[in-house]
């Protein structure tokens, strides 16, 4: 079966060693919820350092959008570059078998 891959644990690191300052889950989860108010224009909006936990674990089942915009618009003003969707979740079609017989069997 295929595996999608998270990265927001390996964002948060990467925005550590730019600011050369320990980001913790709680700082980062009020980062991107202010950047999901932001996009939303909904104050209620909300990620919570257990739900980024989460996320960095890969132990998410539901990703929600406005989440995965937060998050993106977040890091992409910490590392001073365009963070994308592909960034965040990443498809490994490495343990998708299934797949590879389909890819073999095309060419």
Not at 26 to 50: H, L, N, Q, V, Y
Not at 76 to 95: F, K, Q, W
Request: proline letters at 3%.
């Amino acid at each position: 079966m295929a595996r999608i891959i998270i990265g927001t644990r390996r964002l948060r690191y990467e925005a550590q060693q730019k600011t050369g300052e320990r980001l913790s889950t709680r700082a980062a989860a009020e980062g991107i919820t202010a950047k999901m108010r932001e996009i939303s224009g909904d104050p209620s909006a909300e990620i919570g350092r257990a739900r980024l936990t989460n996320y960095e674990l890969g132990k998410i089942f539901e990703v929600k959008t406005l989440e995965l915009m937060g998050i993106c618009a977040y890091y992409s003003e910490i590392l001073g570059r365009p963070i994308g969707t592909s960034d965040v979740l990443e498809y490994d079609p490495a343990n998708n078998k299934r797949a590879l017989d389909l890819v073999s069997l095309a060419a």
